[in-house]
């Protein structure tokens, strides 16, 4: 399961006081969420929820390169199987929906035994099968380069998938062992999707023609930018209480106006005080808090021949970045207690956090000593190697104020060390596909929303093929090394979980020495919501997937 991208909203607006303030995270503790848990005979059975999109989805196959955005994430899990769903303390469970029982029956080499509830179909009639395992397996395995994939993690360890000896069983084979399994098949999508990379790749442009889920797709309005799900008459599971999911497109910033107006029923604060004191002054809202694993990063990219290609100089303009007066700026004043996040793997509150950040220090004049170690010399207020300047093009999308925020800030401080940073506003829309996956951008700032699988979500993000630079899968800024694969190999495969933990701790340290990505903070997680929706607002870790058969309208 692959870590999922967000684009941000951030802070605008004056000094915030007691009435801006959010109750500040405890950001050692899980295990909580605010989300109006209510039982279902106090919760009507009808009702459309109205969610809003930064975008429609650019490809509705969350595993393609171009489909793991957030607004896919979100529309996807009320349609497809997912095998466990996370818990508040970031523990997942079997999800009864679709197996009866998922385990480990042989260990070397590793066999997973999954058994289908016999009740699982998808929406054409079929019966969800082993099929759908193999072909999803070979789809994501990496060993057809025609599949434009996110992530091949977990997939390219899988040798073989068969019928098990029950019905409705599937048995997975692997060729080296595989700790974080229960990640995999998350979604899980029908062996039409992933029949060949013609299909896999755009042939889930415009909708999902197949789910299994307690929602289907009804209607795709591409100029009102909007898509509607409605009950899946055919669902086996718990029937939901809304009898619709209505995702539209809004400007992150008449998010408030739209909630106020009934337009839309909740929104993400994202941590701007301007949507926080807003949700405050609008009548029947109320915010609800739980700390999130949703962290900012800025990120680097060193394609051959751009200026942060050489490690040297990527290193001494981080340095040059204030991370602490990022964090600040941004969360400050929401959260004044909020320390800037320091382990790209383990985020703030869960069990396994450590703050590794130390490697890469706030240091101007080390920056400046080692970018003149690099042949980058003070021209006037400049630097310039080989008569040429360096100059950093810095990719915002438009609409998310938070990206454009950091951007100014780094601007401002890379400034203080000769390195001149341009910030290029580009359409949210575009960014991904344009500018993030095709490498157009020397820096840029998002959020990464983090998995239950600290390894598996994020090695799409920081393994590099070195064979293959064209498999970029999630590491946009094209930063790795063979040490880094190697430990990612080894702490995939180790399954005593103390061995695993303390290799992803190196993984961690080693990825802050490389300086391809920096962590900046992580959001409060505080979401407006309509105080008459239930079952929904601030999930924290248990958001991978949310359910969706829960939420509804208080009678």
């Not at 009507?44 to 929820?49: I, L, N």
């Not at 199987?81 to 029982?101: E, Q």
């Not at 290029?424 to 239950?452: C, H, K, S």
């Not at 063979?482 to 080894?490: A, G, H, M, P």
Request: charge should be negative.
């Amino acid at each position: 399961m692959a870590a999922v991208l967000v684009c941000a909203l951030g802070l605008t607006g004056c000094a915030g006081g007691p009435q801006t303030r959010l109750r500040d995270p405890n950001q050692q503790v899980i295990g909580q969420n605010d989300i109006n848990r209510t039982q279902s005979d106090l919760i009507a059975e009808d009702g459309q929820f109205q969610w809003p999109l930064d975008a429609m989805p650019d490809n509705w196959n969350y595993n393609q390169v171009d489909g793991s955005s957030l607004d896919t994430y979100s529309i996807v899990n009320a349609l497809e199987p997912t095998l466990f769903s996370g818990n508040a303390d970031g523990t997942v469970t079997l999800n009864r929906d679709y197996l009866v029982s998922a385990e480990v029956v042989a260990a070397d080499p590793q066999v997973v035994v999954y058994r289908i509830n016999p009740k699982a179909r998808w929406s054409n009639g079929r019966e969800l099968s082993w099929q759908d395992f193999q072909a999803q397996a070979r789809a994501l395995s990496g060993r057809d380069p025609g599949y434009l994939v996110g992530s091949t993690v977990g997939y390219d360890r899988i040798s073989k998938v068969e019928p098990g000896t029950e019905d409705h069983s599937v048995r997975v084979t692997f060729s080296s062992r595989f700790a974080e399994w229960r990640g995999l098949f998350a979604p899980l999508y029908p062996k039409e999707l992933n029949a060949d990379p013609g299909t896999f790749n755009k042939g889930w442009l415009n909708g999902a023609p197949i789910s299994a889920g307690p929602f289907r797709l009804d209607t795709v309005d591409g100029t009102a930018r909007t898509a509607r799900l409605v009950r899946d008459e055919h669902w086996w599971g718990r029937e939901a209480h809304l009898a619709s999911i209505l995702f539209k497109v809004v400007d992150r910033a008449a998010r408030a106006d739209a909630l106020a107006s009934g337009a839309i029923d909740f929104y993400d604060t994202n941590g701007s005080v301007d949507l926080v004191q807003r949700a405050r002054s609008i009548p029947g809202v109320v915010l609800r808090q739980a700390l999130t694993p949703d962290t900012y990063h800025l990120t680097t990219n060193a394609a051959p021949g751009r200026p942060l290609s050489d490690q040297r100089v990527r290193l001494a303009v981080l340095k040059a970045v204030d991370r602490a007066a990022i964090t600040k700026a941004e969360t400050g004043q929401l959260s004044p207690e909020v320390k800037p996040a320091g382990n790209h793997l383990f985020p703030q509150g869960s069990t396994n956090y450590a703050d590794h950040s130390g490697q890469v220090p706030f240091d101007p004049e080390q920056a400046r000593r080692d970018l003149e170690a690099a042949g980058w010399t003070p021209t006037g207020d400049q630097r310039t190697k080989d008569g040429k300047p360096l100059v950093l093009d810095f990719v915002v999308p438009s609409g998310t104020p938070s990206s454009r925020d950091i951007a100014t800030l780094v601007q401002q401080q890379l400034a203080t060390v000769g390195v001149k940073v341009v910030v290029r506003t580009v359409p949210t829309g575009e960014f991904g596909a344009r500018y993030l996956n095709v490498g157009n951008f020397d820096l840029t700032a998002f959020r990464w929303l983090q998995t239950p699988y600290p390894l598996s979500s994020n090695a799409g993000e920081y393994r590099l093929n070195l064979n293959d630079p064209k498999d970029l899968q999630q590491n946009y800024g094209r930063v790795g090394s063979k040490e880094i694969n190697d430990l990612y190999d080894s702490a995939l495969g180790e399954l005593d979980e103390a061995k695993r933990i303390e290799l992803a701790q190196h993984i961690d340290c080693k990825l802050w020495a490389i300086g391809g990505e920096v962590t900046l903070y992580q959001l409060p997680g505080a979401v407006a919501v309509r105080a008459s929706v239930a079952n929904f607002g601030a999930f924290g870790f248990a958001q991978f997937p949310i359910d969706y058969t829960s939420i509804g309208f208080l009678k």
